[in-house]
């Protein structure tokens, strides 16, 4: 029996105790929902979609049951302190449990708030769709069009601004190129064909990006939002030194340059993407430079080399053509068409924004998602916008 002064066990910390176990039979759901839609949406495997549909909108039952949850635990904080009264050990005791209760309810409302956009990452995933890796140029809408010339002038013009220097005089003599752009929007289409394919072929595995002859190094910077590393190879001294300058200025440092001979330079194979935009002007020169290429990478690389004279020395190489100026290694028509039908489930999204340092239930999802192209971001909205203004 209680004695008169001393207090119930529970007495102050009832509800406190309540919030706890409804908020563990919370996160246990969600966690169990995210364990089965992770593993449906586990690399290569066709998702079984009226599954994942029902846990999507059975996760959003929780969710919503989630925030309710939140939003009650004021009302059952303040019955938890009436009900010590003005017992002293009893309201000592209502505190402490409630500020045990701050981090996980802090951590709760985190991961209820990502919903929109994990929400927004799946539904895609449940209609997935068939989409080309590089649409028809000419069924573009015209304000694509406009916008996609207006893009390549203006890149145009920021390649001359970042690059005033002349050739160097032995680069010159050695065969070189200047440094000439390939129009942006073009190099854009042909990398995100090629990060769609990596997926396909290495998902979730970094991705290592080449552009053979780089100049001022523009392209490997806007390779890096689709693979984890790029680089750039260049014999032009200056061209090499402003590249390895700019690249220092980013925000990131998944970037660098490396001074070198195409013709001759031996690490190849370290990559998984290898872009050149005919770097050397003599033919012959140049058709060795593909030579030794193609002879130091391993089957199932990715080629990037838009002009014409490329076509016909891939085909002899056992190197077929993926679509437009994307070429795969190692491999015959049937093998690349086979890549290019997978690819063209892949989703079209980038990681455009770092990671949150806050770990996540939604976490192994994002991960799975990632690997099949889809992020959690919100998709009637633009990704960059910021909520802050
Ligand atoms: C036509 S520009 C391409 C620039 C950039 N990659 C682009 O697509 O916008 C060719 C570049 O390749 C470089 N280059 C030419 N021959 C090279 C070689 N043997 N080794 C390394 N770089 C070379 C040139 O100095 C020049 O910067």
Redesign the pocket.
Known sequence: MIGAGVMPPEQGTAGAAEMRERMDRVRNALSTNVTEMTALLAPARIPDRSRLNHILLETNHVVHAGHRLIGESGRMRSADLAAAGNIPEAQAAMHRAWAALAMPINQLRLDLNKWTHVESMLRPQVKQRRLPLIETYEKLPGTVITRETVGDVLFADL?TLLNPLE??ED?RA?????????PQSR?LRLVHAARRCMCVLKPGQPTQFL??????????ISAAPYFDRCA?????PG??KLAAKLFRGLPHDRCRAIP??????DGYHNFDVL???????DDA?LAQ?EQHILDSVPEGTLLIA?YRTFVARAERNNCANVTADLWLTGSDAAGAARLRRAAELIGTDVPLQAGANVPLIWDPLIEASRRRGFEPTLRWRHPLEDDSV
């Open positions: 390649h050739q160097d680069a050695h065969g070189c190129h200047r440094d000439i752009p390939l190099f552009d053979v002859g780089c100049g001022a190094g523009l392209k490997v750039g190879l260049e014999y032009d061209y090499a070198g001979d195409a013709l001759t330079w872009y050149f935009f005919r770097p050397i002007r020169l430079m838009p």
